[in-house]
């Protein structure tokens, strides 16, 4: 708590220093140096403008050049303090999660917009349209769509589409002509505008922003259906957003008069241009930079440079054909993400994947602090009490009319429906941001009288929708979903069905193929394996694709670092005596054992559930919570489970596989009684071997008696990796009785050779120790 | 594409199958082009190989169990039918089944049903209980390598302890279905309802438990 409450004074004292020194700065500069700064040794009478002559009077040891470093210095000095105040709010854990961080940053920038306006009598830094929208925005929607889950995000293309396109034209529709009515009804008195204005304050005002989303859905835990439908609707609807700014824009500066409906008819083309340009654009960067990364082998260490300038030339180059500069970002992290994943090195994507997160968590920080320093210029604030009342409104309320006629036109498509819960979070949850004021901003004000008003009433959206919505979200979330679903005290055998059950409906999740095979998608499948693959990814990395190849390449590489980090991050005593009971500690807080704790006095009933508590593999659902996080990277916890139920798997498959061939009785069976029955073996397609497999003939102790055509089909089994699993050991039971110390212990040998169909052929074995040794 | 035509699915089946299972029109044509995509050999059946095929049962504790569960007894091939057969447990029952016809056989998904497809998951040599070995024998297949045999035995013999109530020390189908708190059957796979009670648990225990 020391600690804290002296970072605490240490940030503002820092703060407010560096305010001061800015503040100072800007200071001298705006009135040329009149007087010099206090402790500078000499002074230099050149920089005190005004012409002075160039007297000098001897030679200056230290001068301060302010003028020198000014601008570099105040971009360097806003980094930091937006830096700074990220981690004055991150000090008090329990406020950011009750506060969404971009609340309190907007808080912070209004003081610090406060301490400026104080010093200054106006308001030196605001937020201007081109910082942002170059310099800004850019970083946070690279890392949108690097980070995308491009699986989730296609499968549910349709309805994303659905609610970014009609959706967002129906909210600015609806709120253009809403206002227009009320205005035409005399509810705003007497202001300068039009319909046509009205229908571009709504077009600008009705795109949900993706940076507040993302901040907001941070803290709230939502399945990933919900938060990729948000998440990506925020995104998509900036095509939308930017043809109807710009259509209206148009229509403005013609006049009323000049439309019909061949401007009509041009707007509808501009819009699919634009997106579909937009796109196109993305995804030729994408195919750039999957290419470059191919060929980086010799040049590792500037390999990640190359994502970031050739994101950032996609932006400047849709931004430079009025396309839309938004789509062409994200699709372009969207479609190369597989491929410099698989290109670059380890370390190149580790660097990429964290500076990526920097710059997204550092330009949203700054927008944050930015949108609230602007406020504080009394300059911009036009209060009309009616307009900015009545846009609140209607946003909100126009959102969830739309958001619930779309949902139910798309429930009768949709094979999983949406429920009424997604429905409210996803209308609850259409936060308004920068975007928005960028754009604003951006108005011109000799075409636009009424720009002011217009600003002021989309800061205070603004506002409103980060700090007030973003606030009651995540209570209203649990309140709804409390409604449903109480928790309830579970005795073990409850907990273990409903394990069981969770595994089960995983896995016939997964037969059922939830996510989905269909015709367009393998085709999709068989062209990008077939073709981009071959194009532009590095041969060796095609080899690395399959699922299960890369949890045994995991393995391999991380196997003991995670094994160390394993032993280091559990909470658990290492104890080596036989007490095996009172084994385990209890965790400091946990909500079912407080429960149980209560009724339950016998400790070993305690601790029966606590064991289970703590061992039980978690279902996959509850394993990917943390999608997409603009804080978090993936995290490998997980990855010992799986480890362990492959393996599990993998080997009694084999036992089964072997017992089957020679009839032997494995050793302890875990399987159902019916693999003991010899399996007759189909062979199926037996003339349509793919002609670049080339398997060696072996003969192996245990498996040497089988016929080469035998081999092919267990090798078969597996797909286009053939197999050939040799278990150097016999295979033993899973270890009974052993110290927990051991957690992570992997099962006796089973060495797994694979080989691909590449033309080359590389053989990689991969050995799984005994980790006793 | 020979063999392609006889396998190809036949308006009159997917009557049938709709019928018999409950599924819509469009659920049924796609889990048929599911189900063919998983027929590697193109013969209209799909064996174990073809489960195992699918990489996600491999890292799924109970991934072979549930394969087997497709099977029938004895059998190694199943059909469209039977494929779709096992799959209805897991529909989601609707209200208006309710009023349905009385006399007419419980439907594929009911309560019942699937509480009978999840209790032969536990019991392997159908003898209509679950002793203790066979329980012993699932709980190793959830649980990590961390817990001993000792520790493994006591929490099976609590949880027939808890279950049990005709004291023959295994659980019969009927104490089964007496186990509370199974909301979580009456969800399709990949619903929402599912995923929310998860979500809450997760969050709850996420906020509050510090080693999970």
Sequence with gaps: MACRTCLWLLGTTFFTCTVRLVVEGTEVGATQGSHPEPGVVGSNHSQAGGGHGSSISGIQIVTFKWHHVEAPYLIALWILVAGVSKMVVELNHNLTSVIPESALLIIIGWILGGIIYGADKMQTFTLTPTVFFFYLLPQVILDAGYFMPNKLFFSNMGAILVYAVIGTCWNAATVGLGLWGCWLGGAMGDIDIGLLQFLLFGSLIAAVDPVAVIAVFEEVHVNEVLFIMVFGESLLNDGVTVVLFNVFDAFVSLGGAEIDAVEIIKGIISFFVVAFGGSLVGIIFALLISLLTRCTKNIQIIEPGFIFILGYLSYLTAEMLSLSAILSIVFCGICCQKYINANMDERSVTTVRYVMKVLANGSETIIFVFLGISAIDPAVWVWNTGFILLTLLFIFVFRFIGVFLLTWILNKYRLVPLEFIDQVVMSYGGLRGAVAYGLVAMLDENKFKEKNLMVSTTLIVVYFTVMLQGITMKPLVTWLKVKRAAVTELTLAEKIQNRTFDHMLVAIEDISGQIGHNYMRDKWHNFEERWLCWFLMKPSARKSRDYIFNIFHQLNLKDAMSYVKEVRATHKVRESHDNLILQDIVPSVCLDMHEQDLTMRESEDFNAHHLLQQHLYRGRKQVLKHRYSRSHLETNRDENEVQEIFQRTMRSRLESFKSAKMGVAPAKKIQTKHQKKDKPQKVRGEGTFSPFLHVRPHSHPLIGNVSLKKHYDMMKMYGNHVFDTIPLIPVQPLPQARPPQLRGHQPPVVCIIIQSHSKAISRICLILENRLD | ?212
């Design chain 2, 1 to 212: 594409m020979g063999s392609r035509a006889s396998t190809l699915l036949r308006e009159e089946e997917i009557e049938e199958i709709k019928k018999e299972t409950g599924f819509s029109h469009s659920q049924i044509t796609r889990l048929y082009s599911r189900f063919t995509s998983l027929d590697k050999g193109e013969n209209g059946t799909l064996s174990r190989e073809d489960f195992q095929r699918i990489p996600e049962l491999a890292i799924n504790p109970l991934g072979d169990r549930i394969i087997n569960a497709f099977f029938p007894e004895g059998e190694d091939q199943v059909n469209f039918r039977g494929f779709m057969r096992t799959l209805a447990h897991f529909r989601p029952i609707e209200d208006n089944e309710k009023n349905k016809d009385p006399t007419a056989s419980e439907p594929l998904n009911s309560r019942t049903n699937k509480l009978l497809f999840a209790f032969q998951l536990y019991d392997l040599d159908r003898d209509d209980k679950i002793s203790r070995d066979e329980l012993l024998q699932v709980l190793r297949m959830m649980v990590g390598v961390n817990i001993s045999d000792e520790q493994l035995g006591s929490i099976a013999d609590r949880t027939i302890q808890e279950a049990d109530q005709n004291g023959d020390n295994s659980i019969s189908f009927n104490e089964f279905i007496k186990v509370g708190n199974l909301q979580h059957i009456y969800v399709w796979a990949g619903d929402h309802y599912l995923i929310l009670t998860y979500i809450l648990l997760s969050v709850l225990q996420d906020c509050l438990c510090s080693s999970v």
